[in-house]
């Protein structure tokens, strides 16, 4: 109980706070849920309060995904229990069960969490992701690509079967909740980055 489910409902809750309804609320008091894309997340914070207050939340909730990892780290030593807490913690940035379970995509938790965990696979997927969105100017490809890259990379780095399960999972999470970005991009009519629309 101690090493497996404290820490994953603790990493749960901490992946419920929400920075860009935070940071929306305290600077504009706007729900962001009701902005831009209506994502909780970075990109929209981005596109709906600017640059600065963007970045500013991306490193946030990339150091709430840290976080988690780190909270589990004190509970269970074990790699895939450190992976199990990012999970929560993304879970919990998507389903906040502070705002009535409607939050963002989940993509700079997982950046949190897959950079301490797996450097060089999040090295490789984060060039990968920025080129393809200075390329392109879409976000949500980048997201895709980096969360889709990291466990074809640990694969190709001979990790662990339940690693590579678990990152697939991420994977699988962020495919999800990015199923209208997905439409969206395939009739052309994706968003592209952009502050203040
Ligand atoms: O990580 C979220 C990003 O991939 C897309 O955000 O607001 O454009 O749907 P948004």
Same mark, same amino acid.
């Given at each position: 109980?101690?090493?497996?489910?404290?820490?994953?409902?603790?990493?749960?809750?901490?992946? @419920?706070?929400?920075? @860009?309804?935070?940071?929306?609320?305290?600077?504009?008091?706007?729900?962001? +849920?009701?902005?831009?894309?209506?994502?909780?997340? #970075?990109?929209?914070? &981005? +596109?709906? =309060?600017?640059?600065?207050?963007?970045?500013?939340? %991306?490193?946030?909730?990339?150091?709430?995904?840290?976080?988690?990892?780190?909270?589990?780290? =004190? %509970?269970?030593?074990?790699?895939?229990?450190?992976?199990?807490?990012?999970?929560? #913690?993304?879970?919990?940035?998507?389903?906040?069960?502070?705002?009535? %379970?409607?939050?963002?995509?989940?993509?700079?938790?997982?950046?949190?969490?897959?950079?301490? =965990?797996? %450097?060089? #696979?999040? =090295? !490789?997927?984060?060039?990968? #992701?920025? &080129?393809? !969105?200075?390329?392109? +100017?879409?976000?949500?490809?980048?997201?895709?690509? $980096?969360?889709?890259?990291?466990?074809?990379?640990?694969? &190709?780095?001979?990790?662990?079967?339940?690693?590579?399960?678990?990152?697939?999972? !991420?994977?699988? &999470?962020?495919? $999800?909740?990015?199923?209208?970005?997905?439409?969206?991009?395939?009739?052309?009519?994706?968003?592209?980055?952009?502050?203040?629309?």
């Amino acid at each position: 109980l101690l090493t497996w489910v404290l820490p994953t409902i603790l990493s749960y809750f901490i992946g @419920s706070i929400s920075f @860009s309804y935070l940071v929306a609320r305290y600077l504009k008091g706007i729900d962001i +849920r009701s902005h831009g894309s209506g994502n909780a997340g #970075a990109t929209n914070t &981005l +596109r709906v =309060l600017g640059k600065v207050p963007g970045i500013a939340v %991306f490193f946030l909730d990339v150091f709430k995904g840290m976080g988690a990892v780190g909270i589990g780290a =004190l %509970f269970n030593s074990s790699e895939v229990g450190l992976v199990v807490c990012g999970i929560a #913690a993304i879970v919990g940035h998507n389903w906040p069960i502070f705002l009535r %379970f409607r939050g963002g995509k989940g993509v700079a938790t997982t950046v949190g969490v897959t950079a301490l =965990l797996f %450097f060089y #696979a999040a =090295l !490789i997927s984060g060039i990968l #992701a920025i &080129l393809f !969105i200075i390329l392109t +100017r879409y976000v949500s490809l980048g997201s895709l690509i $980096y969360t889709i890259s990291i466990p074809v990379i640990l694969l &190709l780095m001979n990790q662990s079967s339940s690693i590579i399960w678990l990152t697939t999972v !991420i994977a699988v &999470l962020a495919i $999800y909740q990015h199923r209208q970005n997905i439409t969206n991009l395939v009739k052309g009519q994706e968003r592209k980055i952009s502050s203040r629309e």
